[in-house]
């Protein structure tokens, strides 16, 4: 990991400041190239060295508090260099894993510490590195190799998703992110490659917050495999609605999720969205003491249907009511003219 410079010391005590920022609602290419690819993860390949010292986070053995994401700033090297490199030189610094377009590398046992932000986020956090990589699906399958790890570890631990870049009080973190809020060091990956590869390969930044709505997908899917399938009623309608700015934070499926069997996300570009365009609901899912949902069509006449949480779409109504009420208006100007 050629970019640190952190002593073992650095579990003790470092300064650092540094500002970055992320977007709440951010609308991906790279998360709709990877959704709508279909692309996998790796598996997790152990490869735990013994040379790592072992101590314990603040809060005990196998104990972290989240997940801070890296990046190498090498564009020359690979995984198997990085990994060789770090056990030369651990005593200066060094992380758990590292993630690149086809493997998942775990190197050092997440129940200890690793010495990769400064204090003190080495004492909180499971952390890994991004090797960099250069093609645009290589891109696209390390990111999310990247995030589905970020899930895996904070599932592995009992944690639940929570950008931390908001209030610092979260679980997925930047090393920028730390830097800011927790001082220990002033690098600021993996902002700046991602904000590069994104704008190289798909014409737009890559962020965090974007980072972070592919981890959460991740980790849903991972609770859902084990949790018993709750009861449903549906009601057939004829409602409309349109769809909602925040269905970003959401997403589509082929059938009612938690209350089917083989429920599987969808990528939003089939059903064309933008923020107001009308969408026709043919039935409502309630869930038993849980959210209501809505199945809904493309177009008045489709005959695909797509499940939805029902905060995607707002001012729905009667398709009927809605019909009366344009005639209406439209009656009521005529006779004031």
Do not use: C
């Amino acid at each position: 990991m050629h970019k640190v410079v952190l002593t073992a010391l650095a579990v003790l005590g470092a300064t650092g400041v540094l500002a970055t920022s992320t977007t709440a609602n951010a609308s991906s290419k790279v998360n709709d190239y990877i959704s709508s690819k279909n692309i996998g993860h790796a598996k997790v390949t152990k490869s735990i060295w013994k040379g790592f010292p072992k101590y314990k986070y603040r809060h005990g053995k196998g104990k972290p508090e989240g997940v801070v994401v890296h990046e190498t700033a090498n564009p020359s090297s690979t995984l198997t260099n990085e990994v060789a490199y770090m056990k030369r030189n651990y005593q200066n610094a060094f992380v758990h894993s590292f993630v690149d377009a086809s493997k998942i590398v775990n190197i050092a046992n997440t129940d200890y510490l690793a010495w990769g932000v400064g204090y003190p986020g080495n004492a909180r956090y499971v952390q890994f590195e991004q090797v960099e990589v250069h093609s645009k699906k290589a891109f696209a399958k390390e990111v999310n190799n990247a995030a589905w790890y970020t899930a895996y570890l904070l599932n592995e631990y009992n944690l639940k998703p929570n950008d931390a870049a908001y209030d610092g009080k979260g679980t997925v973190w930047s090393h920028a992110s730390v830097a800011k809020k927790l001082g220990g060091s002033s690098h600021t990956d993996p902002i700046g490659y991602y904000a590069a590869n994104g704008r190289k390969y798909f014409g737009q930044k890559y962020t965090m917050a974007a980072f972070y709505q592919l981890v959460r997908q991740y980790y849903n899917d991972m609770n859902m495999s084990h949790v018993k399938l709750v009861s449903a009623t549906y009601t057939n309608v004829n409602k409309q609605g349109k769809l909602s700015k925040k269905y970003k934070n959401f997403r589509l499926y082929n059938k009612l999720k938690g209350a089917a069997k083989n429920v599987k996300k969808l990528s939003w570009s089939k059903i064309s969205p933008k923020v107001g365009k009308t969408y026709y609901i043919d039935q409502v899912g309630q869930k038993y003491k849980s959210t209501t949902w809505y199945r809904i069509r493309p177009s008045k006449n489709s005959k695909t249907r797509y499940w939805v949480y029902s905060g995607n779409l707002t001012g729905v109504k009667d398709v009927e009511t809605a019909t009366a009420t344009s005639a209406s208006a439209s009656s009521s100007s005529s006779s004031n003219n």
